[in-house]
């Protein structure tokens, strides 16, 4: 079966610096790739997805995601973070065939950080 | 323009006994998943409609069932109640196409717990 793994539950981090959150997933063929973030209070809404083309993506707030296919891996960073990126983050695999709109969710990463 | 949206906020519910929860998709959104997210994990999936059927569904048994309408929203319902199902129960829309290569928007959640 599918899944997908978030290595780091809690991460505590100071303002300014850089952030590199890891997700892996268990499926060979082609996937579409999310993050997705919890802001307290807030719904989930979309940071970033992968679909294809090139493997580093950039979404809003100035994070951005590599994907590499070698690892089965799609870790989200960010140069210099802010208070205001505490948050509570998932990574989602799509595996990209026709017929599966399942998304498959990592148990998500509680990052804090200290102003 | 309106999220997504779910009703109610919050239920109680004793074992054995049945819920309904609801959800209105986004504007211009035809396609509703429904996922369960139990404390401290990623959300799972347990079903998505379009076109008013159930177009996929996850590991989840027939005591959960959905519905949608014509004005694409859509009903979650949970028969014979377990303690285990007490869980934050989330709706996401987004536009149907074939694939999974899509962004959903997220409501809010239910909160449903079972005593």
């Known amino acids: 079966a599918q899944s997908v793994s978030q290595h780091n539950h809690h991460v505590i981090l100071s303002e300014a610096a850089s952030l590199e959150l890891g997700c892996n997933y268990s499926y060979g063929g082609t996937v579409n790739l999310f993050w997705y973030v919890q802001y307290p209070g807030q719904h989930l809404q979309l940071l970033l997805k992968y679909f294809s083309g090139d493997p580093l993506v950039k979404g809003i707030k100035g994070f951005e995601a590599e994907f590499i296919k070698s690892k089965f891996s799609f870790n989200l960073r960010k140069p210099s973070v802010q208070w205001s990126d505490t948050a509570e983050y998932f990574c989602?695999?799509?595996?990209?065939?026709?017929?599966?709109?399942?998304?498959?969710w990592g148990a998500g990463t509680k990052l804090i950080i200290k102003p | 323009d309106a999220g997504v949206t779910q009703s109610p906020t919050h239920l109680i519910k004793t074992r054995g006994q049945q819920v309904t929860l609801r959800c209105s998709p986004k504007s211009g959104h035809d396609t509703v998943s429904w996922y369960q997210q139990a404390l401290g994990q990623g959300p799972q999936f347990i079903f998505q409609y379009y076109e008013e059927e159930e177009r996929q569904r996850g590991n989840f048994p027939d005591r959960f069932s959905g519905h949608q309408f014509p004005n694409y929203s859509s009903e979650l319902n949970v028969n014979a109640l377990l303690l285990g199902d007490s869980a934050l129960y989330l709706c996401a829309s987004s536009v149907g196409r074939t694939g999974g290569a899509y962004e959903q928007y997220f409501g809010p959640g239910t909160r449903l717990t079972v005593t």
């Open positions: 989602a695999v799509n595996a990209g065939r026709d017929s599966n709109y399942q998304l498959i």
